[in-house]
């Protein structure tokens, strides 16, 4: 793999870091500015809005600026924005540190993803976007376990210094090992937009929105469901999430490999495993070896999907002439996923279905993201086929006339 990838890696590892790691030192965070864990809990939500909201804007804004420049800029807007949080006095100015911070996520990824695919042939292109996002999934397994045990074991805050550190560390990684790409033509937002209209890239997100949302919808409520249900201890809990990072990396791995060789497979493949498992899950959720298999199986299946549909996501808008703001977007939709997943999980539970009803739901969700994925299959090919027609300057009734 090109040098370039691992700087891209490294700047993922620190956004996985940042985004993931709240979930395990809110306790810490709440203590600290006098609130309860709800109100905390605004730490993960505002960073998710700034997600959503920041990667269209920077995308537009950025339009004109080389990307290697870009993603400098990106990176030192995420460095700032964990400085603010790590020194903030009271959970607003925390709270719009956050913001600050995941203005950066969505642009990042989404320029980063086509950096990377610029960078190898076309047919390594899904491996080496797997690559960058491998750092989201190495801050799963390594950096948020050793974050939450320095919130625990010294402060909160030093875990922000040091993501900052490591944005920092992204500044100069990119700075040596990217090479220069020019911006290319700037983004007419009008043509960008005509993206959003195309019902291919609307398919596209929408298998976005709802296939990691299926495995959020779960592992949004592991620890009470597995304490609950399975009989775990609270160390149980600490090493399942680890099983649950190893379960990303493989899954991120085998996601950027097959899909090289056939993207529409890997996600047929991906959704209905993913679908299969949760309901496994919800059958066996009382067996600690289920379980523990489970979120294995159910964090990889799901990850898998993520190299597959972001290059799906990328092919069809560069088809609509709209490449880049589309790649952006798109992680502000996994991120709209992440949060339709945890609210259709807490929605079963206080409907008292009981704490491990988000594991059907969340087979429900994979399985719509199924049905959009075999809708944009049978679209894609009706569009080559016709494409193929219109290249051989045949018209609809030559080509039924050659079919008899």
Known sequence: ????????????????????????????????????????????????????????????????????TMLIGLALIFTLGNVITALAPTLPIALAGRII?????????????????SLVARDRQA?????????????????????????????WRLVFWLIAGIGLI?????????????????I??????RAFVDPQVLLAMGITVFGPAAFFTSITYIAPMMVQEAGFSDAGIAQLMILFGLGLAVGNWVGGRFADRSLFGTLFVTLAAQAAVLLVFWLGVGNGVVASVSVFLMAAFGFATVSPIQKLVMDRAS???????????????????NAIGAWVGGTTIAAGFGLASPNWAGAILSLIALGLAAVAWASAGRQSAAGLIEDSGMDVGQTADCCR
Do not use: C
């Open 127 to 155: 491996s080496a976007i797997a690559f960058m996002f491998s750092g989201l999934t190495m801050a799963n397994l390594f950096g948020v376990p050793a974050g939450t045990w320095l919130a625990q074991a010294y402060d």
């Open 101 to 117: 911070t995941a203005f950066n996520h969505g642009t990042f990824f989404g320029m980063g993803s086509i950096i990377a695919a």
């Open 170 to 186: 992204t500044v100069l990684s990119v700075a040596l090992l990217v090479p220069r790409i020019e911006a290319g033509k700037a």
């Open 188 to 193: 007419a937002v009008k043509t960008e937009l």
């Open 1 to 68: 793999m090109p040098a370039a990838l691992f700087a891209l890696a490294i700047g993922a590892f620190g956004i996985g870091l940042t985004e993931f790691v709240v979930a395990g030192i809110l306790p810490q965070i709440a203590r600290d500015f006098g609130v309860d864990i709800p109100t905390s809990g605004l730490m993960a939500t505002t960073y998710a809005l700034g997600v959503f909201v920041g990667a269209p804007i920077l995308t537009v804004l950025g339009a004109r600026v080389p990307r290697k």
């Open 319 to 337: 088809r609509a002439g709209a490449p880049t703001m589309a790649a952006s977007v798109n992680i502000g939709m996994f991120n709209l996923g």
